[in-house]
């Protein structure tokens, strides 16, 4: 029975057949720099890095789309970031398009934004993304769907680079949660049981 259980629980957490992309504009060219038609990425389940340069005036639009059964459950700051003395800065908006013009004063209209230039390595910004002053704003997991982010640093520095690690992680399904529940249940009873026979 119990291998059965964790056999079940194994197999729903890999029934997806996506994998992890990305992209680096080193490789797959610059990113879009027209918020009215952002870089398409496709995200995949697992770590997506997504590396590229910027700087004034190279501003950088990407649409990702999170499948369904999916979620877009962190923003790493990645270690290949090469960051101005200014600011760096991240918005994202829902859909195909980012319809927040650059010289815009207000973050009305994103779902969220940060500044980053001071994050550690590793740092997961999704949560200070969606505290954006002004945004919309969210709490947790973006879910499947399409968002637009904005990247940019006001600074005119030469060589500047930025880096992320978008991690895509399986929602966990109704069925999957219910044996996890099952067995932690089940694993709850044989310690009560062994606490009473003692």
Known sequence: MKESVAIA???????????AVGWN???DGDLSNDRLAPTHISLGLGLNPLKGG???PDLDY??????????????????DMAIGGVRSFIGVQAGD???VPPDTGSSDGLLGWAHFQDAPVGTDLLPAIGQGFGAA???????????TFWIQD??????????????????PEPATVGLWLVGIA???????RRGAIT
């Open 9 to 19: 629980v194994l197999v729903g957490c890999l029934s997806t057949g996506a994998h």
């Open 97 to 99: 398009q980012m319809t």
């Open 25 to 27: 504009e080193t490789v």
């Open 62 to 79: 990407l649409a990702v789309v999170v499948p369904a059964g999916m979620q877009l459950s962190a923003l790493r700051h990645g270690a």
């Open 54 to 56: 910027f700087g004034q």
């Open 137 to 147: 704003g969210f709490v947790g997991p973006l879910p499947m769907g399409t968002y």
């Open 186 to 192: 089940a694993g709850s009873m044989r310690i009560l």
């Open 154 to 171: 006001t600074s005119s520095e030469a060589g500047l680079a930025f880096a992320f690690d978008v991690e895509v992680t399986a929602v």
